[in-house]
């Protein structure tokens, strides 16, 4: 797993992270199957809006980018879609907050 921060002189704070893979267990890959059938109406409900496109088969990232100073664009690649977001700050530290509440 890669993560990575950047900030230009001039751009917006950004935050990626890129999983990549080159072989997984036959129920890794069953699971991912059975969870990629509910992205689509998952990513609906949180607002996301979804393109189809092929991106690399064995890797999965995200970035999320300070678009103004109270909203985020949070962007998803997938092996076979694009999903991306622009959500107010506030409502991403409020579901990290609730899912950290949730693990501990």
């Not at 607002?47 to 962007?75: C, H, I, L, Y």
């Amino acid at each position: 797993m890669k993560a990575t921060t950047a900030y230009l002189n001039g751009s917006k704070p950004e935050l990626k992270a890129k999983v990549q893979w080159n072989r997984i267990s036959e129920y890794m890959a069953e699971i991912g199957k059975r969870i990629e059938r509910y992205i689509p109406g998952v990513a609906f409900l949180y607002g996301f809006s979804q393109e189809n496109e092929r991106n690399p088969e064995q890797e999965v990232s995200a970035t999320v980018v300070a678009a103004w100073t109270d909203s985020v664009e949070v962007k998803i690649k997938l092996p076979e879609k694009n999903c991306r977001t622009q959500m107010p700050a506030r409502c991403l530290m409020h579901h990290c907050e609730q899912t950290t509440a949730a693990n501990m």
